[in-house]
């Protein structure tokens, strides 16, 4: 069974700070890892996605894999309230198109 | 493109009724997912599609649910009869060739109460 776990949050952050957001996955074998935004009463959104080791920059968001540890994670720089928001981690098993989500972790950026 | 679309947005209706949700992908996309999402058990997926056909449908969580892919633009999800526990928000998602094919673009969903 995959599992997929996030730090259960809520996180808060004033604006302008670093937000930092993680994931732990179960599944070895998992080739890529996704972010989703979902704000409140709206559907998740895709927002990063990340198939190597290392660090992929989009804007203010940075996504960081480690494989071999088996965790990804999520910065968002410069924080806004913007992006007060709940973020979910999915990851995909081996040769299927299916998705598992983590229960995902409530960020809330403070003006 | 419009995106995913969704009807009924949200759903209000009385145990034992039958419920049917509906979605439509985007055009091209060649699989289709639906999800439920309740604050206790987070986003799960109830089954997926690849070319109108059923590929997995282990997350249904009874026979109360079923779902169905006529054609490549339509889908539905029925739940017979509805009970209170079935509340939740129902999401559907598509995803496309050419592309990894695991990144899924959702609807704005389906919100179901049950009475």
């Known amino acids: 069974q995959k599992e997929v776990e996030q730090n259960s949050g809520p996180l808060s952050v004033p604006e302008g700070a670093i937000a930092s957001l993680n994931c732990t996955y179960s599944d070895r074998v998992s080739q890529s890892f996704f972010w989703y935004r979902q704000y409140s009463g709206k559907s998740p959104e895709l927002i990063m996605s990340i198939y190597s080791n290392g660090d992929k920059e989009d804007g203010r968001f940075t996504a960081q894999l480690n494989k071999a540890s088996q965790y990804v994670s999520l910065l968002i720089r410069d924080s806004q309230p913007s992006d007060s928001a709940t973020y979910l981690c999915a990851v995909p098993g081996a040769g299927s198109y299916q998705l598992t989500f983590g229960k995902g972790t409530k960020l809330s950026v403070i003006p | ?115």
């Open chain 2, 1 to 115: 493109d419009a995106g995913v679309i969704q009807s009924p947005r949200h759903e209000v209706t009385e145990m034992g009724q039958e419920v049917t949700l509906r979605c439509k992908p985007i055009s091209g996309h060649d699989y289709l997912f639906w999800y439920r999402q309740t604050m206790m058990r987070g986003l799960e997926l109830l089954i997926y599609f690849n070319n109108n056909v059923p590929i997995d449908d282990s997350g249904m969580p009874e026979d109360r649910f079923s779902a169905k892919m006529p054609n490549a633009s339509f889908s539905t999800l029925k739940i017979q009869p509805s009970e209170p526990r079935d509340s939740a928000v129902y999401f559907c998602a598509s995803s496309f060739p050419g592309q990894p094919r695991d990144e899924q673009y959702f609807g704005p969903g389906t919100r179901l109460t049950v009475t």
